[in-house]
Structure formats: structure tokens, C-alpha cells
């Protein structure tokens, strides 16, 4: 009996995860192998950023508390927020499209990275045109939320990549 490529790794994942519910899957393994790709890609993910995301929500908040509100705006835990859930969906739209298309990814990653850009450029507009005040204090907070996360992005991608080649050779 000659076994496909998928079902060889819908058995060695059978055989090694212990996870009962993975037996029923066993003559439909291509609906498992994307459920456990998203499981460790993106997960893993999903919880780091979600830490990084408190940690700036607990600073952000401490500082628009203490500060002035010219100097710090009190939309900043919003601006923290705005970033988590954006990158967060850029991040699941990435994975999910990287099972279909794993060649592309840096096509995917790039162009997410223009719409990113766009949509940031668009918030600061929106909320340059619509408030009088604290313009330059928003976009300040604004880019520099925008390095912090860009930064996590960076240092989490060249980690899951140096991880990824670790486990391929």
C-alpha cells in the first residue's frame, strides 16, 4: 500500500501528538495538516505579541496617567491596540495564505507591508484632518508604537526563520 506524502505526516503526527481527535481525520489528513501548521505557526505568535501588547498597554496607561496631555495623548492605549489587532490579522492573513502559497511568502509579506503602510499613513491623515490639537504629539506616539512593533515583528520573524532552518537541516 503506497501512502501519500500528506498521510505519512497525518501518521507521524498521529503517532507522536497523542491527540485523539486527529484518528478521525485519519482519511481527511489534508484538513488536519493546515489546522496543525496554523497551531505552531501562528499561535506561538499570537502569544508573544499578545505579552508585548500588554506590556505597552500597561506603560502606555502609566504614562498618559502621569503625564501631561499634550505631551502624552490619551489615545495612546488606543494606538497600542489599533497595532495589535492590525498585525495580528496581517499575521494569520500571511500564515493562512503561506499554506496555499509557500514559494510567494515574501511576495505576501511585502505587499502586507505596503497596505500596513497605507493604513497608517490613512489613521494619521484621518486623525490629522478631524482633531486641532495634539497633531504632532499623535503622530510622535503614533511612530514610535509603529518602530516598537515593527522591531517585534522583525526580531520574531528572523527567530521563527532561524527555527525553521534549524528544524529543516
Known amino acids: 500500500m503506497i501512502i501519500s506524502g500528506i498521510q505519512a505526516w497525518a501518521c507521524i503526527i498521529n503517532a507522536f501528538s497523542g491527540v485523539g481527535h486527529l484518528l478521525w481525520h485519519k482519511r481527511f489528513p489534508e484538513k488536519i ?3 496543525l501548521f496554523m497551531k505552531e505557526a501562528f499561535n506561538p505568535y499570537l502569544y508573544k505579541i499578545t505579552i508585548f501588547t500588554l506590556i505597552l498597554l500597561v506603560i502606555t496607561i502609566i504614562l498618559t496617567r502621569v503625564s501631561a496631555s ?3 495623548l490619551p489615545v495612546l492605549p488606543i494606538i497600542v491596540v489599533f497595532f495589535f489587532i492590525v498585525n495580528v490579522g496581517v499575521h494569520y492573513i500571511i500564515v493562512r495564505i503561506t499554506l496555499k502559497k ?3 511568502f515574501y511576495n505576501y509579506f511585502m505587499i502586507s507591508t505596503l497596505a500596513r503602510l497605507l493604513l ?3 489613521v ?3 486623525y490629522s484632518f478631524s482633531v486641532k490639537e495634539g497633531k504632532a504629539a499623535f503622530t510622535v506616539s503614533f511612530f514610535i508604537i509603529y518602530i516598537l512593533y515593527s522591531g517585534f515583528e522583525v526580531v520574531t520573524l528572523s ?4 527555527r ?3 528544524k529543516n537541516s
Open 159 to 162: 527567530s521563527d526563520i532561524k
Open 120 to 122: 497608517y499613513l490613512a
Open 164 to 166: 525553521m532552518n534549524q
Open 102 to 104: 509557500i514559494k510567494q
Open 70 to 72: 499634550h505631551v502624552i
Open 124 to 126: 494619521i491623515l484621518i
Open 33 to 35: 495538516i493546515p489546522a
